[in-house]
């Protein structure tokens, strides 16, 4: 069964000197890196997502087009240089976006789910209606959001319609 990392919105905005930094942001991204390292080493594609803001809304807090804060965070990028980049304006990672095509020409069928705003892209890309023809888990370590509380509700909510891993258990 071919598999694939998607790693979503690990931005610049997201860290401390960022427009919205999260709670444990550089911890999260240290998962994450690892994560990455152990999904190539087990041959699993890694696919980035990353959000831009769409200026026709006017400008936004965070995430706005050609901003520093926009951009994947450095150690992201190295981690997995040559992995395609996915442009999305929404939360769904597949709304509108050209996710379903990438994963469907690399014949993939299983998708572990990291990155920021577990509340918000994370779980509304994992649950997904474009989602629902793959076998999906969550990588419960390798997310974050605005703080500990809302990270752990949005986990157990949606934990009821995909599985949450540990990135150590699904890549060693």
């Given at each position: 069964?071919?598999?694939?990392?998607?790693?979503?919105?690990?931005?610049n905005d997201?860290?401390?000197?960022?427009?919205?930094?999260?709670?444990?942001a550089?911890?999260?991204l240290?998962?994450?890196?690892?994560?990455?390292?152990?999904?190539?080493k087990?041959?699993?594609?890694?696919?980035?997502?990353?959000?831009?803001?769409?200026?026709?809304?006017?400008?936004?807090?965070?995430f706005n087009?050609?901003?520093?804060?926009?951009?994947?965070?450095?150690?992201?990028?190295?981690?997995a240089?040559d992995?395609?980049i996915?442009?999305?304006?929404?939360?769904?990672?597949f709304h509108?976006?050209?996710?379903?095509?990438?994963?469907?020409?690399q014949?993939?069928?299983?998708?572990?789910?990291c990155?920021?705003?577990?509340?918000?892209?994370?779980?509304?890309t994992?649950i997904?209606?474009?989602?629902?023809?793959?076998?999906?888990?969550?990588?419960?370590?390798?997310?974050?959001t605005?703080d500990e509380?809302?990270?752990?509700?949005?986990?157990?909510?949606?934990s009821t319609?995909?599985v949450?891993?540990q990135?150590?258990?699904?890549?060693?």
């Open positions: 069964m071919r598999k694939a990392l998607i790693v979503i919105d690990v931005q997201y860290f401390p000197s960022g427009n919205f930094p999260l709670w444990n550089d911890k999260t240290t998962h994450i890196e690892l994560a990455i390292a152990n999904a190539i087990n041959k699993v594609e890694i696919i980035h997502v990353q959000h831009i803001a769409n200026p026709d809304n006017g400008v936004s807090p965070f087009e050609d901003s520093e804060g926009v951009q994947i965070h450095p150690r992201i990028l190295a981690a240089p992995a395609p996915v442009i999305k304006r929404h939360a769904d990672g509108h976006t050209n996710l379903d095509n990438i994963l469907q020409a014949d993939i069928q299983e998708l572990f789910i990155g920021m705003m577990t509340q918000n892209c994370v779980t509304h994992a997904s209606k474009a989602a629902e023809k793959y076998q999906v888990s969550i990588l419960a370590d390798c997310c974050t605005v509380m809302i990270h752990g509700i949005a986990l157990s909510a949606v319609r995909v949450l891993r990135s150590t258990e699904v890549f060693s």
